[in-house]
């Protein structure tokens, strides 16, 4: 059984940096698609950033560009999102998912499988 947990969110100052991760068990095949989402209060979650495995193809968000950064250690199916010059409008909960085998990777939710619960990212002006 696939299960992903996510961590590292928490609250910073506008301006700041943060690294979020996700730890992913159960995954016995490959290759496969690991993305982060987000979703604000009273809004759509978006997509942020997906990799596949082996880093070979990664896709982003328009916002995500540029101040994002996402990585995974397939060794052990870890996953990271390293997130710069936070805006008070990344404000969200922040959510990890992996696809079942797949070669292409988007930021489309559709594509996902398996998701966790989320970690909160504040972001104080």
């Known amino acids: 059984q696939v299960q992903v947990v996510e961590s590292g969110g928490g609250s910073v100052q506008a301006g700041g940096s943060l690294r979020l991760s996700c730890a992913a068990s159960?995954?016995?095949?490959?290759?496969?698609?690991m993305g982060w989402f987000r979703q604000a209060p009273g809004k759509e979650r978006e997509g942020v950033a997906a990799?596949?495995?082996?880093?070979?193809?990664?896709a982003y968000g328009d916002f995500a560009q540029g101040r994002f950064t996402i990585s995974r250690d397939d060794a052990t199916n870890t996953l990271y999102l390293q997130m710069n010059d936070l805006k008070p409008e990344d404000t969200a909960m922040y959510y990890c998912?992996?696809?079942?085998?797949?070669?292409?990777?988007?930021?489309?939710?559709?594509?996902?499988?398996?998701w966790g619960q989320g970690t909160q990212v504040t972001v104080a002006s």
């Open positions: 998912a992996i696809s079942r085998g797949r070669w292409w990777c988007s930021v489309r939710e559709d594509d996902y499988a398996y």
């Open positions: 159960g995954v016995t095949y490959g290759p496969n698609c």
């Open positions: 990799i596949r495995t082996g880093a070979a193809h990664t």
